[in-house]
């Protein structure tokens, strides 16, 4: 989920806006962005809000695209730091 949340343009528009130099054209360069985020705090805070944001939704879309299974299973490093765990059950 997180890989799409960086295809959406709002993200990659943010990213272009705050961090330009780990942008190449229109796509993200992951390997300039991984070494901003692992060297600097203040990045890994930033992009982490950035994704987690915008994970609920995406949940939500990813649940809806599968058929509505009658359960899903997440692997969410940061479930409880971000306060995620309420939209789960389990």
């Known amino acids: 989920l997180v890989k799409e949340i960086y295809k959406k343009a709002d993200v990659k528009s943010w990213i272009r806006t705050n961090y330009p130099d780990v942008m190449k054209g229109s796509e993200i360069d992951f390997r300039l962005l991984r070494e901003k985020v692992f060297t600097a705090p203040v990045v890994k805070e930033e992009i982490e809000a950035l994704i987690y944001a ?7 879309e990813a649940y809806v695209q ?4 009658a359960f899903v299973i ?5 479930l409880f730091e971000k306060n995620l765990d309420r939209m789960v059950d389990m």
Do not use: I
Request: glycine letters at 6%.
């Open 54 to 60: 915008r994970l609920p939704e995406a949940f939500r």
């Open 74 to 78: 997440y692997d969410v490093p940061l």
């Open 66 to 69: 599968l058929g509505q299974p």
